[in-house]
């Protein structure tokens, strides 16, 4: 998850022992790190087994889940009879820990090549090991900052106009907080 509960509960001043709104806290948190992924075109929480397919003849495998520490196989499947096929000593370059750079095509644009990997950032509630990625500080401070928004905001999230005794005034919908917006920005995926 983007945050920790424990880290919302701290800035919204709520003990711990405070259990009221845990659920709605959790799914607040929950939907948030599903919006950063979309906003991103990635995804940004570490899998230790992504996979991912492409067209057996492409050279630069642009991956969703980075950084990418480490590739575990490659295999290539030419119909659903055979399946998957195991490709060994595959020549590549992981370049900008995102871009996979094959040495030339493993198969043709008719089979369909498997690439599985390590890739994505450790999250706050959980230990960084060698080799891995903690989540960069803005995005986890980006995910705070939406969570409280969506949390304080939750009884007028999606009102587009207000009436009282003297008219009406309509508010622009406002689901992105415009500064976590600037900061996924900057972590978006360019795919083409």
Not at 30 to 45: I, Y
Request: hydrophobic residues 40%.
């Amino acid at each position: 998850m983007i945050t920790t509960l424990t880290t919302i509960k701290g800035r919204l001043g709520l003990p711990e022992s405070d259990v009221k709104d845990d659920d709605l806290l959790n799914a607040i948190i929950e939907a948030v790190g599903a919006r950063f992924d979309k906003e991103t075109r990635r995804t940004l929480a570490r899998n230790a087994a992504a996979t991912e397919e492409f067209a057996g003849d492409e050279m630069e495998l642009r991956l969703g889940n980075y950084p990418v520490e480490s590739v575990t196989s490659f295999h290539l499947k030419s119909d659903e009879t055979t399946g998957w096929e195991l490709q060994s000593d595959v020549v590549y370059l992981l370049r900008k820990g995102c871009v996979v750079s094959l040495g030339g095509p493993l198969g043709a644009a008719s089979q369909q090549l498997k690439v599985t990997y390590a890739g994505g950032y450790v999250m706050p509630d959980a230990t960084v090991s060698a080799g891995q990625t903690a989540l960069p500080k803005d995005l986890e401070l980006a995910g705070i900052e939406q969570v409280l928004f969506v949390y304080r905001h939750r009884d007028r999230l999606g009102i587009a106009s207000e009436s009282g005794g003297g008219g009406s005034i309509a508010k622009p919908e406002q689901d992105l907080i415009p500064s976590v917006a600037a900061v996924l920005k900057r972590y978006e995926r360019w795919v083409n």
